[in-house]
């Protein structure tokens, strides 16, 4: 049976509803933290660690001291939307105007100035790999990502088109230590935690 674009369109946008409303309906029963990608339901069963969230902590204080008044870094809920490509993710920092957090739903992933996320140690790839994919996808125009792990990171912008979707096309690598520039706003990454080795 051949399925006609419309239909293969109407089949993923049931499927993600179900997959969105199975995640709603956890609403803080069921352990670890629920995002959607095109793959499906991602799941950091492990809860997050001091080093995770002292460093959440940190990196959100210094960029709201040099950032205006009106823009957040803000870490918690609704998520970011794009509900025609079936993505739903929650990082762990978004930079937003306060303006752009008013009304009702998910995020508008175009409102987002940046995104900052944490290298979990039970699932690193979701960080280094599916955001690094979805996040140009949902144009987000600045990713930061900070992993504990290594004492390193990167943040990535300049998202253009690839023959695999959007894409970004430049990367500046760092290591803890030195300062870092995330969007217009730099910070010092001094006096991060590490994860202690296993």
Not at 92 to 121: C, K, N, Q, Y
Request: charge should be negative; include cysteine; proline fraction near 9%.
């Amino acid at each position: 049976m051949t399925i006609a674009p419309d239909d293969a369109r109407q089949g993923t946008s049931h499927l993600y509803r179900a997959m969105r409303d199975f995640v709603e309906s956890t609403d803080g029963t069921l352990p670890g933290r629920f995002e959607i990608t095109k793959e499906g339901i991602v799941v950091d069963m492990t809860s997050p660690v001091r080093q995770h969230e002292l460093t959440a902590l940190r990196l959100r204080k210094r960029l709201e001291k040099v950032m205006p008044e009106e823009i957040a870094a803000h870490t918690g809920e609704p998520d970011v939307e794009v509900a025609p490509e079936c993505i739903m993710r929650r990082p762990d920092i978004m930079v937003i105007a306060e303006a752009d957090m008013e009304g009702d739903g998910s995020f508008d992933p175009l409102t987002l100035i940046a995104s900052v996320e944490i290298v979990s140690r039970s699932n690193p790839d979701n960080d280094w790999v599916s955001k690094m994919r979805d996040y140009p996808l949902m144009g987000i125009p600045v990713y930061a990502v900070f992993d504990p792990r290594t004492g390193t990171g990167a943040v990535l912008t300049d998202i253009h088109p690839t023959p695999d979707g959007p894409r970004y096309a430049t990367r500046k690598d760092f290591v803890y230590g030195e300062d870092v520039a995330i969007a217009d706003w730099t910070i010092s990454t001094a006096d991060l935690p590490l994860y202690p080795d296993i």
